[in-house]
């Protein structure tokens, strides 16, 4: 499994490091994941998910 959300599909991204002097380096920028257990199709499954969706998630489950 890849960096990548399992909801979301969000993955790295790239951009650029800017220095004072204005010079740019290349750079990641990854998702916070975490791994969790979700019931998909009432079986359980652990999945990687950006924080954001467990957020999501424990809002919907109360």
Known sequence: MARRCAVSGKG???GHRVSHSNKKTSRKFKPNLH???VRINGKKRRVKL??????KMKLEAR
């Open 12 to 14: 790295v991204m790239f």
């Open 35 to 37: 791994k969790a257990t």
């Open 50 to 55: 950006a924080t954001k969706w467990l957020r």
